[in-house]
């Protein structure tokens, strides 16, 4: 059998600076499947934003000046170039672009590839929360199989399309790391201990772009889209495993707070 050649999910930037991603105003198609987000209904969602560019990749609210996200979002990038846009449903209008001044990713982060996908963003200037803006709560402890959980993100709505211009929500199921490696094919030794997965059928899933961004349970953070075979193949998605990494996620916070 061929082997198949996973990615990170977050947006390829090959465009010159001064571009903007196109944007999808059709909705006939979703993230991947899904549907658009009521509105304030994700307020802990937010967009990363690359000056000239636009979206990149997702990530999740967890204090006042506190961004949780993948480490390969920031990858490369500095705090100069990369904004996060809150309070909004969409990459058009409403909300807030926020400064950034410090990136922290685990320092072991893609050793081995894809694993110890995390990083935290720190925010120049602290949050306003309000029911458009509000912190999540991650869970401290194992999610296990065939649990019902939510996915959000404005990644891309098909392997080459657009950007949604709207939030996309899809409902998901996880899976097994052990069934998660069987259907990964000759990729099995990129899932770990430290990543969540999720397949439920062809359709239906991440795409680039929602790289970094929350997915959750009953509420609460759960897992941080790490990487997948792009788009909705019917391979499993693998995310970052908030309860294994909520101990450095706690001790980074603390340690980079003044």
Known sequence: MAKIVYFSLALLVTITSGQVVQLDDSYMNRVVGGQEAADWSVPYQVSLQLKGYGHVCGGSIIGERWILTAAHCVEGETPGQLNVLAGTNSLKEGGELHETDKFIRHKYY?????????????????????????????????????????????????????????????????????????????????????????????????????????????????????????????????????????????????????
């Open 110 to 258: 893609n050793q081995p590839q894809f694993h110890n996908d995390v990083a935290l963003i720190r925010l120049k200037s602290k949050l306003q929360f309000s029911a458009k803006v509000k912190p999540i709560v991650y869970w401290e402890k194992e999610v296990g199989a065939n649990q019902s959980v939510v996915l959000t993100g404005w990644g891309r709505t098909s392997a080459g399309g657009p950007v949604p211009t709207k939030l996309q929500t899809l409902d998901l199921k996880t899976i097994s790391n052990e069934e998660c490696k069987q259907k990964s094919s000759g990729n099995s030794n990129n899932v770990g201990i430290g990543h969540i997965c999720t397949l439920t059928k062809s359709g239906e899933g991440a795409c680039n772009g929602d790289s970094g961004g929350p997915l959750t349970l009953d509420g609460k953070l759960v897992g941080l889209v790490n990487f997948g075979v792009p788009c909705a193949f019917g391979f499993p998605d693998a995310y970052a495993r908030v309860s294994y990494f909520h101990e450095w996620v706690r001790t980074t916070v603390a340690e980079n707070s003044s």
